[in-house]
T-cell receptor
Framework: QLLEQSPQFLSIQEGENLTVYCNSSSVFSSLQWYRQEPGEGPVLLIALYKAGELTSNGRLTAQFGITRKDSFLNISASIPSDVGIYFCAGRGGSNYKLTFGKGTLLTVNP | NAGVTQTPKFQVLKTGQSMTLQCAQDMNHEYMSWYRQDPGMGLRLIHYSVGAGITDQGEVPNGYNVSRSTTEDFPLRLLLAAPSQTSVYFC????????????FGSGTQLSVL
């Protein structure tokens, strides 16, 4: 079960909106978005459970695709502290393994 | 509130040496796991455990051993370190195997020369 993320790198100006995408050929029972700051472990931002589900957490909005094979994460009005690596992660079938995408490195220029 | 604690923070090994990366959690979580993070590769699961005495392999288990004798601790052993094992290692836990939120430690940066 592979999760493809795009873009791999993203550099934007403070105040801009951005979207990160996650796609797979496999079906996932749930999908999550994490953010990793330099020198730290990833931290959960949003978890998605239902097909088509749209969930918000402050300036962050994420949706789980109807087919349960894709998702996007949108960040509005970016600020410098949004920098980091954003990962999508999916749990498939009946196993306990969480598969991570390769990540999107975000930089926000003041 | 310690959460997930990993030691050491940094380690340098020579090829062929052995070492144990320590991971402890104080949240009484059933599920614990080890990931390695390499540039451009994301996080890859090495081994995981759904409870004391129960462990299973992830996607990149070769060269690593684990055991889970207590709920709190989940050490990762490298028996014969190789340069290919140079990476940043993260331990993560969750209340149950099905729980969606993983709590990560702050990582161990390992270099094998």
């Amino acid at each position: 079960q592979l999760l493809e993320q795009s873009p791999q790198f993203l550099s934007i100006q403070e105040g801009e909106n951005l979207t990160v995408y996650c796609n797979s050929s496999s079906v996932f029972s749930s999908l999550q978005w994490y953010r990793q700051e330099p020198g730290e472990g990833p931290v959960l931002l949003i978890a998605l459970y239902k097909a088509g589900e749209l969930t918000s957490n402050g300036r962050l909005t994420a949706q789980f695709g109807i087919t349960r094979k894709d998702s996007f994460l949108n960040i509005s009005a970016s600020i410098p502290s949004d920098v980091g690596i954003y990962f999508c992660a999916g749990r498939g079938g009946s196993n306990y393994k969480l598969t991570f995408g390769k990540g999107t490195l975000l930089t926000v220029n003041p | 509130n310690a959460g997930v604690t990993q030691t050491p923070k940094f380690q340098v090994l020579k090829t062929g040496q052995s070492m144990t990366l320590q991971c402890a959690q104080d949240m009484n979580h059933e599920y614990m796991s080890w990931y390695r993070q390499d540039p451009g590769m994301g996080l890859r699961l090495i081994h995981y455990s759904v409870g004391a005495g129960i462990t299973d392999q992830g996607e990149v288990p070769n060269g690593y051993n684990v055991s889970r004798s207590t709920t709190e601790d989940f050490p990762l052993r490298l028996l014969l370190a190789a340069p290919s094992q140079t990476s940043v290692y993260f331990c993560a836990s969750s209340p149950t195997p099905e729980a969606e939120k993983l709590f990560f430690g702050s990582g161990t940066q390992l270099s094998v020369l």
